[in-house]
């Protein structure tokens, strides 16, 4: 089933992560800007292109397979934001709101994978019943 990813919270939610990662990161010094930054940046765009890339597959576990990427993306980037807000690279009061951000894409994709799941196991049980009757 190819889904519009547009039409998923977790896709918003990604998106304005990788935005406010991209403009928050454009602030830090030129050093860590080409080495922390890229890291921090990359990490914040892979969510958003792990959830489009499940929208565009056709089976439900090849969704869940990008999902799931998109969640240790989403982890990465709080990691990384903790860390930058640690050793002073960026802000606290940035760092505070985009780790809040990050988390909530985290517990947000963790809670669409549980949901997809139980579609599947319900998928199979019908089909079972159905094959059954």
Do not use: W
Not at 33 to 61: D, N, T, V, W, Y
């Amino acid at each position: 089933m190819i889904r519009e990813p547009e039409s998923l919270k977790v896709h918003a939610l990604a998106d304005a992560l990788a935005l406010d990662i991209h403009r928050v990161t454009t602030t830090l010094p030129a050093l860590e800007r080409m080495i922390f930054g890229a890291q921090l940046r990359g990490a914040a765009l892979s969510a958003p292109l792990h959830i489009r890339a499940g929208c565009a597959k056709s089976a439900s576990e090849d969704f869940l397979m990008e999902l799931e990427a998109a969640a240790s993306a989403g982890a990465q980037c709080h990691y990384l934001l903790t860390l930058a807000r640690r050793v002073g690279m960026l802000p606290e009061a940035n760092c505070g709101t985009l780790e809040e951000q990050a988390l909530h894409l985290v517990r947000s994709l963790l809670l669409l994978m549980k949901a997809e799941r139980s579609k599947q196991r319900t998928r199979a049980l019908n089909a079972v019943q159905a094959a059954n009757a």
